[in-house]
């Protein structure tokens, strides 16, 4: 039996993607953050933890492309190998918040009654502790690392991220085409993976895209505090802390790593904006003809 | 294949849905199940396939082919479903997968129960498409749900039911969500098939007119309890209890009423 090639259908999500803006402002962001960590491993102009105080607050020149700090660092290159912890923090937090906001929302959605009530009081519970003082337990007990950062980030994310797709998820499960599937001979698993997860799935993108947004945010604050990166590991949010006290005399200096955080964050959240919009076919793909 | 229900009872929280409800379904034939809303129909047809709603539980014995499948375990039960009783929901806008394209929902029976290939499964998706009459089949087959017409979901629905073959199928009041002029189509759809496929049907309903064109033997319930049951001809006729009374004169205060010549 031959099948016949289908002559009208929907555009791809790729497609549609690239055509949005926003969403390519986002991935062409995170492509150029991805880079800039790589290139890190093997080069930066200087070495970024090099000091050398007799060649402090140089301007920017083509020496030094963003000038340098107030103990002679070449600020490019802080922010370049710094580039490596953001990407580490964000990817890592989003992960530990994946993981922990689907077994939230799944065991709190899908499980007995008097279970799910359990789990929705331990979710309120956990929402009540704010990030610092996870990260500052954790600090307490590991010392600062970048790993603190992570976990912390992704724990309070995750228990967000569970509490919002627990409803979500719950509404799926209970709809007629999951009953349907299951009338048709779905297992659970097939029924969870096939019917119900992929239905939640514009709410856990926009939700993990947002949570890498603000670990870069947190590992700005953090390393701030003291509980982020060790003082030997250049970071993005360790700079802005380092230079905001000269904002008055030197305010070019704090600007870069300002901007870096600034678009990376919003790159990320357009990311995930572009993402749920390209690959939610309700939202009305056009339609192209392809011979 | 024979299916014998046993004074079928269905608690939702110490209340009784389904009351003591017994009938029987040979092969080839075709049951009627009309009521008013609340009735107990659709847990009728739920209890068949294990799916009635959580808290909800079931006493009573169903038998397929000698094999009781009431209570049975969720595994057991997953067996069957699809494969042996296929089921046709009543809204075709919430019970197909918004996101996923309607070949591939047609095809997964197919993959679940009968363990085809890839390219099997497409050709077969192709052939139920076609066999419930869908225009333009292979374009349908990569479209998603929103892009189709109720009475297109709809034959859809019934495509998916009766992918893996099963031998009895039940239709809980799928013409209700349909305009007037789709549901005949839909109803000599079913008509059609059913006899081509020598399907056995149970058939739900609380419209009157749609009962008479597809089943010609029926039960009618009421608060959970069969009422009466019989031949459609003498339920029209003749209704013996005062609620199959209602449904006919109901129906019948309804219908169009051609105007006398002046």
Known sequence: MTTTVPIVRQRGWARTFIRNPAGVFGLVTTVALVSCALLSIVWTPYDPVHTDVLSKWHPPSSAHLLGTDNIGRDIFSVLLAGSRVTLQVAVGSALVAAVVGVVFAALGSLTARWFREIIAVLIDILIAFPTLLIAMMLASALGGSIMVVIVAVGISFGVNVGRVSRPEIRRVSRSEFVTAGIAAGLGPVRNLTRHTLPNVAPVFIVQLSWCMAVAVLAETGLSYLGYGAPVSTPSWGRVLAELQSYIGIHPLSVVWPGLAITITVLGFNLLGDGLRDATDPRLGRPEVITA | ?262
């Open chain 2, 1 to 262: 294949m024979t299916l014998r229900a046993r004074d079928l009872t269905v608690n939702i929280g110490g209340r009784t849905v389904v009351d003591a409800v017994s009938f029987d379904v040979a092969d080839g034939d075709r049951l009627g199940i009309i009521g008013e809303s609340g009735s107990g129909k659709s847990m009728t047809a739920l209890a068949m396939l294990g799916l009635l709603p959580d808290g909800a539980t079931a006493t009573g014995s169903i038998r397929l082919d000698d094999r009781e499948i009431l209570g049975l375990p969720d595994r057991e039960l997953a067996r069957l479903r699809g494969s042996r009783i296929g089921m046709v929901f009543q809204e075709p806008r919430t019970s197909l997968n918004p996101i996923r394209t309607i070949g591939r929902q047609i095809m997964e029976p197919v993959r679940i129960h009968q363990r085809l290939g890839r390219a099997e499964c497409r050709s077969r998706a192709l052939e139920l498409a076609k066999l419930v009459a869908l225009n333009d089949p292979e374009t349908l087959l990569s479209r998603y749900p929103h892009q189709l017409s109720g009475g297109q979901r709809q034959r859809v629905g019934i495509a998916i039911a009766l992918a893996a073959e099963p031998q009895l199928l039940i239709a809980d009041e799928p013409t209700t969500a349909l305009d007037v002029t789709i549901q005949a189509e839909i109803l000599e759809l079913f008509d059609r098939l059913v006899d081509a496929l020598g399907t056995s049907l149970i058939f739900i309903t609380h419209d009157l007119a749609v009962l008479q064109s597809i089943v010609a033997r029926a039960l009618v319930l009421e608060r959970g309890q069969v009422a009466e049951s019989g031949s459609v001809e003498d339920l029209l006729r003749a209704p013996a209890s005062p609620i199959a009374r209602r449904i006919v004169d109901a129906a019948r205060a309804t219908s169009w009423q051609k105007p006398e010549a002046p």
